[in-house]
């Protein structure tokens, strides 16, 4: 189970820090991520994070605004965002799971996914 927290609603130019909390699951050894799915649109690849979280990889639109980490302790996945656009605006799911490279993956490559947790930024 992945249980997402920590959206909410703030202006242009905020942070928010999303977490995602996981059990019944190997999480030190999965593959974990952000997606986000805006209304109409299709879901899209936010961040990635190899078991260690020594690899990441970021969709251009996010790049250097957020931050992608995890406590494998904690069983837990962050999500760090900063100077958010109203753009960035969508419901946030964390996934895990899935074979192969952690990396630069589509939704269909995980097998674990959250509830989502909403993120709404006004200008």
């Known amino acids: 189970q992945l249980v997402e927290s920590g959206g909410g609603s703030v202006q242009a130019g905020g942070s928010l820090r999303l977490s995602c909390t996981a059990s019944?699951?190997?999480?030190?050894?999965?593959?974990m991520g952000w997606f986000r799915q805006a209304p109409g649109k299709e879901r899209e690849a936010v961040a990635s994070i190899s078991t260690d979280g020594g690899s990441t990889d970021y969709a251009g639109s996010v790049g250097g605004r957020f931050t992608i980490s995890r406590d494998n302790a904690k069983a837990t996945l962050y999500l760090q965002m900063e100077n958010l656009k109203p753009e960035d605006t969508a419901m946030y799911y964390c996934?895990?799971?899935?074979?192969?490279?952690?990396?630069?993956?589509?939704?269909?490559?995980?097998?674990?996914w959250g509830q989502g947790t909403q993120v709404t930024v006004s200008s």
């Open positions: 019944g699951l190997a999480f030190s050894t999965s593959c």
């Open positions: 996934a895990a799971g899935g074979m192969g490279s952690c990396l630069f993956r589509k939704p269909s490559d995980f097998t674990y």
